[in-house]
């Protein structure tokens, strides 16, 4: 709840950071036990509503700055296990193949892109042999990998080179395959 005349500042704005600290004091003051107030009146807010939401912003921002921080942790290390694998992928290393596509299911529902649709069903043969990989990701992460696979030379069923969806499944027999 930043107040609406400091969103044009840049967040590193002497005027942002001034509002910034002085949240930092208003929170400070309502832990100690202080009424809005007496925040208000010791702050200079020149009202108790406005010390209420700059309470409130200090709270948002103390909530939100952690979960970013270990979000983007967690993408590191998904990127580093992805990147550990890329090689054996490429390879048609199934097992490889089969962890790849959950570290894409774990990042999809790390920022959020998770579908609410039940796992797609990609038809791909490798080596010969005819597999079945569940990609519980959203379609358009299955379509560019798929086109990933295809660019290196894996064998995809007829018409499905990551840009048409026709020949991806729902699992549900009586699906067209369509997601979009």
Same mark, same amino acid.
């Given at each position: 709840m930043d107040n609406p005349r400091h969103r044009s500042h840049s967040?590193?704005? *002497?005027? +942002?950071?001034?509002?910034?600290? +002085? &949240?930092?004091?208003?929170?400070?003051? +309502?832990?100690?036990?202080?009424?809005?107030?007496? =925040?208000?009146?010791?702050?200079?807010? +020149? *009202? =108790? &509503?406005?010390?209420?939401?700059s309470v409130e912003a200090a709270l948002q921002r103390i909530l939100r700055e952690p979960g970013e921080e270990v979000r983007k942790l967690e993408l590191e290390r998904l990127d580093s296990m992805w990147l550990s694998l890329w090689d054996r992928i490429r390879r048609g290393d199934i097992d490889a193949i089969d962890a790849g596509l959950r570290i894409i299911d774990r990042r999809a529902k790390l920022l959020g892109l998770y579908p609410k649709e039940p796992a797609l069903i990609v038809p791909i043969s490798i080596d010969g042999r005819q597999q079945n990989i569940s990609v519980n990701a959203p379609l358009e992460m299955a379509k560019l990998f798929m086109a990933k696979l295809a660019e290196e030379g894996y064998i995809l069923p007829e018409g499905l080179n990551g840009s048409n969806t026709a020949a991806l499944s729902d699992g549900d027999p009586g699906s067209d395959g369509l997601r979009e």
């Open positions: 967040p590193t704005s *002497s005027t +942002r950071l001034a509002a910034v600290e +002085r &949240q930092g004091k208003a929170l400070a003051l +309502r832990k100690g036990g202080a009424s809005y107030t007496a =925040i208000a009146k010791a702050l200079g807010y +020149r *009202s =108790i &509503q406005a010390a209420y939401y």
